[in-house]
């Protein structure tokens, strides 16, 4: 009997100080080790393991990521808006008889060949871009073949309407969305999305989303990362045909902010069009009340007119906040004889102190300032392995939250889960990295306990947090809007704006 009551408190005693090594972690290891050894346990236990970065990070992001103290009411969205159908594009590709050749780059799509190299040209990159398909008649066949495929999806598609989806995922919010919607797109999405008469049409526009994996294979073919490939024969989105009712519904809707999607589905259009498309864009964005922010959303692009057009015809003077991937802003500065212009394309994941250096100049160049008549305040960058929130000081609030809360949808969004699973994630931005390569930028070294760095650049505050990259992605398509439409969720605009 003896004997079990001692073996009993020995174990009783062993559970105390197991329980003291895992409360109190942070006591002297030497104390612990000597209260262990005086009870005569045997060899005292290591201390438990510090937590993987995964882990770290996202339980910094959870502590970090908070409501502002304003919030909005109602979100009006367009005007870009179709049904996206998703599948394999190797598969595909395969299915319509076509083999991997040499990638070659069609700024718009002619023929199934150009399809195959353009396809074959960025999943060697493994970076997403979008097309736009000319011939009516071949979209419609391949489109035909996609649609029946056994593995395509349907899904909500295009960045307004992919936008106004994860918005209405907050049922606080009132969401309008104004677009091309036709049956099938209005019966996928959420109830939550008020549609006005005038956007409703009979046929659907269909865009067609060619996935792939990381490390998937296709003859000689190897992707360094999974993305995707999106391309359609887009005639209403294109024209931007839904500008005027959504711009008209705004009136009676009266929302507290306004996001704008769609310019980029302009490059199959003439010259002409576009300069007075985008003339008629400015227009309408000064018709919103004042006060109201407008945020764009940009994508894809081929036609270094159009986007210079974009930059300079008074687009973004006229808008409050930016939102963009490292595509769009590499080819934004070289459109736009920017820093960093004579760089082809990235290497890899893309050098923290050359997005610094061209997001600083977007904003000084063209962001608000006592000497510039623009609005432009707020740039929202994202790529695979982390992102920047760019702001002018003094407009905008709760920015740290925002760019955590962007990059924690990343990572939930792309691996299907409500929230971080650390074993389906990982950690892929610079370990260190220097916040300028122009200027004599701060060298940082990343703390997953810290995960968002700040740092001020002559009026301009930027926040940068490291994504946690799903390993195995569900799906690919409309992060970017996601990532976009949670940053600007969680931020907080300056009444005076």
Known sequence: MALWRGSAYA?????AVGCVFLLEPQLPGSALRSL???LHLGPAPAPPAAGSPEGRLAAAWDALIVRPARRWRRVAVGVNACVDVVLSGVKLLQALGLSPGNGKDHSE????????????HFMGKGAA???FFSDKETFHDIAQVASEFPEAQHYVGGNAALIGQKFAANSDLKVLLCGPVGPKLHELLDDNVFVPPESLQEVDEFHLILEYQAGEEWGQLKAPHANRFIFSHDLSNGAMNMLEAFVSSLEEFQPDLVVLSGLHMMEGQSKEFQRKRLLEIVTSISDIPTGVPVHLELASMTNKELMSSIVHQQVFPAVT???LNEQELLFLSQSASGPHSSLSSWNGVPDVGVVSDILFWILKEHGKS?????DLSRIHFHTLA??????????????LAAVAAGARVAGTQACATETIDTRRVSLKAPHE???????????????PNEPVVEWHREGVSFHFTPVLVCKDPVRTVGLGDAISAEGLFYSEVHPHL
């Open 36 to 38: 262990w050894s005086s």
């Open 109 to 120: 799509l002619h023929s199934r060949n150009d399809l195959e190299e353009t396809f074959v």
């Open 321 to 323: 906040s930016l939102g």
């Open 129 to 131: 871009a979008e097309r």
């Open 11 to 15: 174990g009783f005693l062993a559970l």
């Open 386 to 399: 982390y992102h920047i929130l760019a702001t002018v000081d003094g407009h905008w609030a709760n920015q």
């Open 433 to 447: 990295f220097m916040t300028s390569r122009l200027e004599a930028g701060s060298r940082v070294v990343l703390n």
């Open 370 to 374: 006592e000497s510039r008549a623009s």
